[in-house]
């Protein structure tokens, strides 16, 4: 019997231990991507490396951002988002739907580095991504700015 209580406490820490053997699959490419938060780490990867012309083709026509500077169009987002020079971002909390072919993505986001040239503050932000699968891949429909650390 005490045997067996070995075997099987050997069995579950090796089986725990497997959980954590392997770390994350890191996304570098578009085609990396496998869900909701694979997409929105390789968007803002992009936005790091400054590869606009990648990002671009997975922001949809209709693409809309809204945050406190109100709604803003495909073409003003992405000038905003070239405002941007990233050292570093992390993303926390993330939570996703999936609804056949469209994903809706919760997550906090901190972002360091400068945007025109003023330092950001580091704080989170609550975010809220829409994608949509069409004949192109995964396209951006919406991002949202839902709250800051200061609501």
Known sequence: MRNLAAALSLGAILLF??????GEHPVRHWTDATGGEGLERNFWNEVKAKNWLELER???????YSGPEG????AAALDRLKQ??????SIGDIETELNTETVVVTY???LRGTRDG???RGQPVRLLAVWQHQKTGWMAIAH??????AD
């Open 17 to 22: 231990a497997g959980c954590t053997l392997w």
């Open 58 to 64: 997975h922001l949809a026509g209709n693409y809309v």
């Open 71 to 74: 709604r803003l169009g495909r």
């Open 84 to 89: 941007f020079r990233l050292d570093e971002y």
């Open 108 to 110: 906090t986001l901190t």
């Open 118 to 120: 003023r330092p950001l």
């Open 144 to 149: 949202s700015i839902v709250s800051t650390q």
